[in-house]
């Protein structure tokens, strides 16, 4: 199996075609209904291939899976992955270690893997809080919303601490939180 990193004018439509394909399978398989067409990839090739760093796995001249990771002017950030072949730690290799690489490589100075994921403890990662940004137009529903997500917050704040607790880094060597 090999990796390659794919940015800017090294994206072609038929390396979106693979990676659609990687995206609706695994989103069919563990989350019910993939909700991104394939016009969407062909519109962040159209405006964004140099934010875009898609790293495809193949097994010899096959694509067999892919990640999609976008640029900041200092991180990767990763979202979106898929498969067609299973292969045991593909999805770490792809999404978590080739990510690392590109950064080192790159001198990008951090990794943002996205939310979620418990598992991405052993991997390195750290619990980090994301933040979204909406606006509830309904005075009621925005009322509820404001309501969950206060309580949502005492939650993600006490499961931070105690994931936080579980990390492989040393306690008390950190000094930029």
Known sequence: MTVKWLTGSDLMEHHW???????????????GRPYLNREFFSHL???????????LAYDGPTPIAGAINFLGSDRIFGRNWGCTH????LHFELCYYQAIDY???????????????????A??????PTYSVHWIAHPGLR?????????ERMSVTHEQLVLDAHTPFRKGERTDR
Do not use: C, S
């Open 17 to 31: 075609d693979a990676f659609y394909d990687f995206y609706e399978d695994t989103g069919a398989r563990k989350w």
């Open 103 to 121: 950064a080192i490589a790159h001198k990008l100075t951090v990794v943002e893997a996205g939310a979620q994921g418990e598992h991405k403890l």
């Open 45 to 55: 090739n159209q405006t964004m291939a140099d934010r875009i760093v898609l790293m």
């Open 123 to 128: 991997r390195g990662y750290e619990p980090t």
């Open 86 to 89: 299973d292969v045991p730690f």
């Open 143 to 151: 009322h509820a919303v404001a309501d969950f997500l206060e309580h």
